[in-house]
């Protein structure tokens, strides 16, 4: 198993569909991570995960919806995306939030707002 | 705001030649730095970090940090075409709770043969 899997690796839905990213981890890690990776711009978080409990809502708008189930499963609920949602989705998770630890991300989820 | 640059490139070299690959970060408070490389259609991969004064080598990559120039760098040497790729800079406040990671827009490298 790789360390950290996402699924769905590609994903076209349009703006009035309700689909979800998958994301799990196989490191024992504690914290997840859901980042978004548009061109030419640098890696945008959108939530932090520390042991199931949100810590951290970068600003995001409330058709992203995360859910964190335990501590190795992370999901991204999407509904009525916009085109601008276009975007490469990468879920990382690190061994804790204690500052300075690296992260390790997934393959992502391309997905496509038609 | 905490910020991190990266000179913009694309950078290209010849396979066998050293890549140098740059970052500046605008917070004194970050003390641990990692650079990624990041393969088309693929995921940041883990490739150095560094978390003090000086050099570190690790094969053909070399991470420089130089703290009181805010600056960290990424040599590869005999650079092969396998290497191409973009190259991402995070920088991290050991301080922090929230483990935040503060990446750069990322640098592509291209190694011709």
């Known amino acids: 198993e790789t360390g950290v899997t996402q699924t769905p690796r590609h994903l076209v839905m349009g703006m009035t569909n309700k689909k979800s990213l998958k994301c799990e981890q196989h490191l024992g890690h504690n914290a997840m991570y859901w980042y978004k990776q548009s061109a030419k711009k640098p890696l945008e978080l959108m939530f932090v995960y520390s042991l199931e409990e949100r810590v951290e809502n970068n600003s995001v708008p409330s058709r992203f919806s995360p859910e964190c189930p335990n501590s190795s499963h992370l999901f991204l609920h999407l509904h009525t995306l916009q085109p601008e949602d276009s975007a490469l989705y990468l879920c990382?998770?690190?061994?804790?939030?204690?500052?300075?630890?690296?992260?390790?991300f997934g393959d992502g989820t391309r997905l496509s707002i038609l | 705001q905490k910020e991190v640059e990266q000179n913009s490139g694309p950078l290209s070299v010849p396979e066998g030649a050293i890549a140098s690959l740059n970052c500046t970060y605008s917070d004194r408070g970050s003390q641990s730095f990692f650079w990624y490389r990041q393969y088309s259609g693929k995921s940041p991969e883990l490739i150095m970090s560094?978390?003090?004064?000086g050099d570190k080598e690790d094969g053909r990559f070399t991470a420089q940090l130089n703290k009181a120039s805010q600056y960290v760098s990424l040599l590869i040497r005999d650079s092969q075409p396998s290497d191409s790729a973009t190259y991402l800079c995070a920088g991290s406040d050991r301080g922090s709770t929230l483990g935040r990671l503060y990446f750069g827009r990322g640098t592509q490298l291209t190694v011709w043969p």
């Open positions: 990382a998770s690190s061994q804790d939030l204690v500052g300075g630890q690296p992260q390790h």
């Open positions: 560094i978390y003090s004064n």
